[in-house]
């Protein structure tokens, strides 16, 4: 029975994925038998993808270890195969991956959220950013009328991440980065950014839950007096996070 290229290529995928022995995927045997070769390139496979989850998430394989990140790894290749020929943006749902294993969860309940902190950070790393059309520099704020500051709107950078995690994972984060994890609270809820700042280095910070809220806000377009009245005497902490790209004025609420 002959097999189409696709037939062959679904196979081999099979294969690499443990889903069958790769008796159908044309594989040449000499002193090496048909099995062993898929074992090899099965192998280099898992070792591969496993490689770019680690400069994923580099701070899960900290806290766990490397041998128990292997573990990981390995379940969440053969369980989340790559699709793309392109591995740069591979690694979507490792904190999935991590609820597998009730006894990472249970020594280290934070570590999921650690991961999809990791996966947001290495997310934007990776976002293309253009800067909206038509808008003013922040130069320019102090030529508009007083009358018509209610219809701003501010727009905040495509370079930047809102999260909210149920653990402090930016306070542990810089507690390791600086080996002060005495005093360290993991259990306390933490809002924050993540700002891809334009030499590409990602920075990260807590926020309060005013300034949190004011971004979302802002994000969500809304001009100065659409957005909830007691959120903006926190607008110049929010300024001085220079996470504004500029301004416009939504004439709609001038009319």
Known sequence: MSYSLADVQSE??????????????????????????????????VISLSEVLAATYPLTEVLV????????????VLSYPSTSGDVSGYGEHFEQTIQAFPSVVEAAPYLSEVARYEWQKD?????????????????????????????????????????????????????????????????????????????????SQSLTKECHQ???????????REVTPSLLQHMNAVMALNVISGFSINDELET
């Open 12 to 45: 081999f995928a099979n294969a690499l994925r443990y889903q069958n022995d790769g008796e159908h995927c044309d594989i040449v045997s000499d002193h090496f038998s048909d099995q062993q070769r898929i074992q090899i390139y099965r192998n280099n496979f």
């Open 65 to 76: 270890g490397e041998e128990c990140f292997q573990q990981m790894a390995r379940q969440h």
């Open 123 to 203: 997310s934007l790393a990776r976002l293309a950013c253009a800067t909206p059309p038509h808008q003013q520099p922040l130069s320019c704020l102090a030529s508009v009328p007083q009358e018509r500051q209610g219809a701003l709107v501010f727009h905040i950078k495509g370079s930047i991440t809102l999260f909210d995690c149920y653990y402090a994972v930016i306070a542990l984060e810089h507690a390791i980065d600086q080996q002060q994890l005495e005093g360290l609270d993991i259990n306390r809820a933490e809002l924050g950014i993540i700002i891809r700042a334009e030499n590409s280095q990602l920075e």
């Open 214 to 224: 004011l971004l979302i806000e802002l994000q969500s377009g809304k001009a100065l």
